[in-house]
């Protein structure tokens, strides 16, 4: 298992973020809000496909009202998406929000945001402070060459967390997000050794889910990898369970994964000239037979007998295609030489005796 970062831990209703809870996924609807009853329905979707904590944008005073009725409709804790209105956050701390999202430079007198910091304490909200490459600014308003912008955003969140230190405001979580890759993975970098705040990790507009997937792992996974981020979000333009996917991807690959239930991984090799059947086929039939057995199991595919027991030998059960044929080997021992038509029940036979 990878070491994590040490961090405080911030609670978000249920849902505890920092090093000593598993990595956290989060994912936002993408329905206006006011419009209760699908955003619950995707909330839910959400939550069934492995996400944990879901935002909400509350742009207008009528998101915030409906913010109110979905906290109440759903079982997991609600963030709500603030950007410039100190009304709004205070509304949907006081709606339910289990967390806010704030941008303090957005907000533009000091005391409006000590009016935020006191609700959240008073309601023990937690908030996410965000510092995005995109706002960042010189001493003259004008914007600042790549290079030097990590820098900058580092110095901006310095002085955000500061004031909320000095109101003893504790229940944060930093996040600071960019939509290049590298320049992700060095911000978050220096904001780790900072700080000791759990962090949001996430790439803004990484694209569509195609162009978003491989930047998303690129930077997520580096910093996972290295033990920084608690949370993470995939942002894609695509239904928000697809980001979702994305980001159980990043975390299984890194065996970071905790889901309730354990789940079969399925390893496949790519085929070669040597696969004598169609391995792609092969694989989505196995997926599609062991769907909802939850056991943490690995199953190998392979397409031939030439690689595919050396290939498979880490697997709890593998499948060696051959013209017509399969070989069955069970941690690494072959027990069985079955026909096509037999590769999937006696797959299924071996995975309940496992
Ligand atoms: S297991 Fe066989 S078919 Fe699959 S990639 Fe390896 S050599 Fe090719």
């Not at 598993?22 to 619950?40: F, L, N």
């Not at 967390?99 to 910091?117: C, M, V």
């Not at 962090?199 to 930077?219: C, F, M, N, Q």
């Amino acid at each position: 298992m990878l070491a994590r970062r040490k961090t405080r831990t911030v609670s978000v209703g249920s849902v505890r973020i920092g090093s000593a809870a598993p990595i956290v996924i989060q994912s936002m609807t993408k329905i206006p809000t006011v419009d209760i009853a699908r955003c619950v329905r995707q909330i839910n979707q959400l939550a069934r496909a492995g996400c944990r904590l879901v935002r909400l944008a509350v742009p207008k005073r009528a998101d915030t009202a409906a913010f109110a009725r979905i906290v109440q409709k759903v079982d997991i804790p609600l963030i709500a998406d603030v950007h410039f209105s100190p009304a709004r956050a205070i509304e949907a701390i006081e709606a339910g929000a289990a967390k806010i999202r704030l941008n303090p430079g957005n907000i533009k007198k000091r005391t409006d945001i000590h009016r935020i910091i006191d609700a959240a304490k008073m309601h023990k909200t937690a908030i996410r402070v965000g510092v995005n490459e995109a706002s960042i600014r010189d001493l003259k308003k004008q914007p600042v060459p790549p290079e030097k912008r990590t820098a900058l955003m580092l110095k901006e969140m310095k002085r955000y967390v500061r004031l909320f230190e000095n109101r003893r405001f504790n229940r944060l979580v930093l996040s600071a997000k960019s939509s290049d890759t590298l320049r992700t993975i060095e911000i978050n970098r220096r904001i780790a050794r900072a700080f000791d705040y759990p962090i949001h990790l996430g790439l803004t507009h990484a694209g569509l889910p195609e162009d978003a997937r491989i930047p998303s792992a690129v930077a997520l996974g580096t910093l996972l990898a290295e033990g920084i981020g608690d949370t993470i979000r995939v942002s894609a333009a695509a239904n928000p369970v697809i980001e979702t996917k994305i980001a159980k991807q990043i975390l299984k690959a890194l065996n970071l994964h905790d889901c309730a239930a354990p789940q079969i991984e399925l390893i496949v090799c790519p085929t070669c000239a040597r696969a004598e059947i169609d391995v792609v086929k092969l694989a989505r039939r196995v997926k599609k037979a062991v769907t909802g057995i939850n056991k943490p199991l690995r199953i190998a595919v392979m397409g031939c007998i030439v690689n595919g027991p050396g290939e498979a030998q880490d697997a709890d059960l593998a499948l060696c295609a051959a013209k017509n044929k399969a070989f069955i080997y069970r941690k690494g021992r072959k027990i069985a030489t079955v026909p096509e038509n037999k590769i999937i029940p006696t797959l299924l036979k071996q995975l309940l005796n496992l």
